[in-house]
């Protein structure tokens, strides 16, 4: 059998074809070493350019990078700030057309109400204060105790208003307030537990005295608007933080629940102890106090309302030295604060139903009587009921 390369020489008439050996010349190689060195040359030199480029490129733009990242990073501070500490920490859920926030728990914010009035911040809220027939005053203690519907629905043919304030406020801020309002109340209802002291509250000191009150209350009401805005939309980005909003029309509390005060609830008790120089005291400028109240002394009702270790036997003693009864509630049963201080919600609507079902009668006797003492012709409205009857 032929082989494959017999049957190429017979197919193609001789001997197979192979193709010649080139040989290269040291000049040729050289040459050909000269242009793959001129390649690499190149590739090198356009890295390199381009690495220059880059780093000149970062180089130039660090400054901005750097502008940036720091801006970056005041922000994020400013923001946790505002969120933590100002108005940003509470919620915006108690806001309507007749309430304003009197109070939020942050450390740049805090009270709003003293300000409020001192400042004619909120016009709405002194109007009702001073046309109120009914006038209220105290501390919180007596802002919870009469936030009711029973205080709503036993005054529905009179006008009130609640006047009480955070943070222990006592009388010598009543007293400056009610001198600048100019109330036309005609029965004046006052808790007097705490009441009577003779050193300003902090709060007070800063409204009345403080050269940098007013623009620092300003501020707060305009970070109301903006809180309002975005906290009654977005309510996850705002905390949790102590709330409390005051009604513009007659005075009352709302505080928005809270997660704070968990595990702080405790039951309403009673201190027998009394401390006769402090009682004198109280005595002493309750009476300079009630002197100042342009109504008949029968139409100033004192009460005193229920807390942990309230001072019932003090509140008494004050009272019996100021030629008055104390009109409170028997020690009920099962009243409980929130969080140690103010009654909450079930136990003030419980209490005040109380209260009113003594005062009540005293209360709507004044009124009665001022309304006559008021018409143009008292003697001919009478004879003009005796007709009728």
Known sequence: MESFVGALRNA???????SPIQLVTPSQVRAR????KA??????????????RTRNFLF????????LILLGGCASSYLYKVR????????????????????????????YDHGAFWFDLEPAAERSAATADVLFLGNSRMQFAFSTTATAQWLASAKYYLLGFLGFENSIFARALLHKLKPKAKVYVIAIDDFFEASERPLAKIVMHGGEGRPRYEVKRLLQIIHKAICGKLTRICGDGVVVFRSLQTGTFNMAQTSKFRGLARQVSYDQQIDENAVNEAITIGRVFLSDLPVKPECIILTASPTVDTKLRVANAIASGLGKTL???EQMDGLRTIEGVHLDRPSAERWSEVFFRSASPEIQKCLEDHRVASSPNPTHDTANSAELE
């Not at 070493?33 to 793959?36: R, S, T």
């Not at 390649?39 to 220059?52: L, N």
């Not at 130039?60 to 502008?67: A, F, L, M, N």
């Open 33 to 36: 070493l000269q242009v793959v």
């Open 60 to 67: 130039r733009g660090r400054p901005i990078i750097y502008i």
């Open 39 to 52: 390649i690499t040359m190149d590739d090198q030199a356009i890295t390199s350019q381009f690495f220059s």
């Open 327 to 329: 009109v409170v509630p």
């Open 84 to 111: 933590a500490h100002n108005i940003f920490s509470c919620q915006a859920t108690g806001y309507t057309s007749d309430t304003y926030l009197a109070y939020c728990d942050a450390n740049s914010y805090g009270d």
């Open 12 to 18: 193609k008439g001789g001997r197979p074809r192979t």
